[in-house]
T-cell receptor, first 111, second 112 residues
């Protein structure tokens, strides 16, 4: 079983649509990170959320950390083809440097 | 461009070969990591070095042997690998414990 469950697993949408990706756990995290990974490359850090209830915006991407610090969401407004990739949430639930990745959401934005 | 550099980008080796993967970062990060990623799966943690000392080994088979010669370099020595070890091997670094990690672009390893 995954410590961090992401949903949906796959998402295929048209350019211009909005979408939300969820990252859920039964464990409390001191912080959560969101990464995007494109084929043949390593994950690229998008954002870190630290405080329960925190909302961070990165252009058309909005990230939220749950009040209890057990879940997070990523909302993309007006998706573009360049948003296509594998989105991963990740965090360390108190263990010393033991980082867990979520199960991943593969997003495909069609022109 | 990533600030974590991994070499080689691709590696094909036989099951009896010995090879090494290399990772370098010059961000002054004191924690470095090796991950294994199979196709369409998230990265899986293998090893963690903190201040050049091995702090986590996720029950990785002994045919994988990590080495951290100094704070900027991380190696992964490979010997007698199996076909199921074919994967993308990612190196990452972070400022310290539980800090966001920065990844290299990985080494695509194929075992014949």
């Amino acid at each position: 079983t995954q410590l961090l469950e992401q949903s949906p697993q796959f998402l295929s949408i048209q350019e211009g649509e909005n979408l939300t990706v969820y990252c859920n756990s039964s464990s409390v995290f001191s912080s959560l990170q969101w990464y995007r990974q494109e084929p043949g490359e390593g994950p690229v850090l998008l954002v870190t959320v630290v405080t329960g209830g925190e909302v961070k915006k990165l252009k058309r991407l909005t990230f939220q950390f749950g009040d209890a610090r057990k879940d997070s969401s990523l909302h993309i407004t007006a998706a573009q083809t360049g948003d296509t990739g594998l989105y991963l949430c990740a965090g360390a639930p108190g263990d010393f440097n033991k980082f867990y990745f979520g199960s991943g959401t593969k997003l495909n934005v069609k022109p | 461009d990533t600030e974590v550099t991994q070499t080689p980008k691709h590696l094909v080796m036989g099951m009896t070969n010995k090879k090494s993967l290399k990772c370098e970062q010059h961000m002054g990060h004191r924690a470095m990591y090796w991950y294994k990623q199979k196709a369409k799966k998230p990265p899986e943690l293998m090893f963690v070095y903190s201040y050049e000392k091995l702090s986590i080994n996720e029950s990785v088979p002994s045919r994988f042997s990590p080495e951290c010669p100094n704070s900027s370099l991380l190696n992964l020595h490979l010997h007698a690998l199996q076909p199921e070890d074919s994967a993308l091997y990612l190196c990452a670094s972070s400022r310290g414990n539980n800090q966001p990690q920065h990844f290299g672009d990985g080494t695509r390893l194929s075992i014949l």
